[in-house]
């Protein structure tokens, strides 16, 4: 019986390409991976278990433990217009370099008028600083108006982008705008009612309501 | 396994006399590829689990439609109040005295265990769940193709908002919250909801007759 040549050489492997797959995917979730600023609120969100995620394009409404709401759009661009249009709403002009920085940031909870304190701000500051919520109540509805504008300006950015892929011969695929709430789990209802009330008041009768995956299975 | 630096990779006798030539020109990669596939596991793990989870719920148009619906339908109402405490009722509204000679509304506290709600609503919304049930055996031995045979089932049952003869109506979850209730409350209730498969269900305001009948339980 002839014997088994067993290999000689060395037996260690080329891991190049291993090494390179590697690297591509480190740099492609990178990339992909949005970094989380800072939020101005912690909240701290009811469990549920919904396994829904979270839609891309979202105003996103969020309310804290006193009950403070706080506003955000999740496409700079359109953060950038509806900034805009609401200084020319409410008689402000912004600094390029204000409007700059408001295009990096994530929720807020102050007025117009105390808006460009809170942008000077820095990212510590905007931790410590106690916001006092966007105003909701029927006199000065500030809200209300964040929403509308948001919804149109992301609508007509949505429109120039279609008209531009079709100008282009390219296909164009919308992603709708959603609403979603984010509200403390310890939060009184009534403040979330009242920031569910200005999304109806603006003809939104659909939206989200962010959870945690709830863990367990007690409820098959 | 990555491969270990010997250092006479390089050097093949002719030059023995050269010593800084006899050194490798391989680079051991091992604590790079650690490096790597440690970032790679980081990313991947906190891309997957930074995307927030949400529930969708529609509100009414106009809550005066349910108020209606209410009356006609197979409805039970839920009433939030401080310390995660929870009531129910069944069925319409009757203040005690009432036109229509109906016994006058009593409530029933409930809590948000396995044995609470839960139970209840699942009890409540039996023709539901065995409808879809009886879609899911359908589809297990192919007789439907459609994979949305959950929708189908409960939109049926809402369609049924009238009962027809023997067919009971779909059950109808109203919510309603006083100005203390807390907002994990509603959402655990609406979760509860959505778990039962109950199609018909809206956060509605609460009536001061209402507001007046927890008072007297809660102390």
Known sequence: ?220 | MAEVNTGDGGGHGKHDKKRAKKSSTRIDMTPMVDLAFLLLTFFVLTSTFSKSKVMEIPFPKDPKDLKVQQKVNNAITFLLTKDNKIFYYNGAFYLPGNKEGKPETTITEKDFSAKGIHELLLDRNKPTIDAIKKLEEQYKNKTIVADTFKVRALREQGRKAVPEKGIPAALTVLIKTDDQAVYKNVVDLIDEVKVCNIGIYAIVDMMPSEKKLIDEKVK
């Open chain 1, 1 to 220: 019986m002839p014997k088994i040549k067993l290999p000689k050489g060395n037996p260690s492997l080329d891991m190049t390409p291993m090494v390179d797959l590697a690297f591509l995917l480190v740099t492609f979730f990178m990339l992909t991976a949005s970094v989380r600023m800072t939020e101005p609120v912690i909240v701290d969100t009811p469990d549920s278990h919904s396994d829904k995620l979270l839609p891309e394009n979202v105003i996103l409404l969020s309310v804290d433990k006193r009950g403070k709401a706080f506003f955000n759009i999740s496409n700079a661009e359109v953060r950038v217009k509806t900034l805009e249009r609401m200084g020319k709403e409410y008689n402000m002009t912004f600094t390029p370099a204000e409007i700059k920085a408001f295009g990096k940031m994530t929720s807020f909870g102050v007025p117009m008028k105390q808006l460009k304190q809170f942008i000077a701000m820095s990212e510590k500051e905007k931790e410590k600083f106690n916001s006092p919520g966007v105003p909701l109540d029927s006199l000065d509805n500030q809200l209300s108006n964040w929403i509308r504008y948001g919804h149109i300006q992301e609508r007509t950015l949505a429109k120039q982008a279609q008209d531009k892929a079709k100008s282009l011969g390219r296909e164009f695929k919308d992603t709708p705008l959603r609403f979603a709430i984010k509200a403390d789990a310890q939060a009184n209802f009534l403040n979330v009612r009242d920031v569910i009330k200005v999304l109806t008041d603006n003809d939104i009768y659909v939206f989200n309501l962010i959870t945690n995956l709830e863990k367990g299975d007690d409820v098959k």
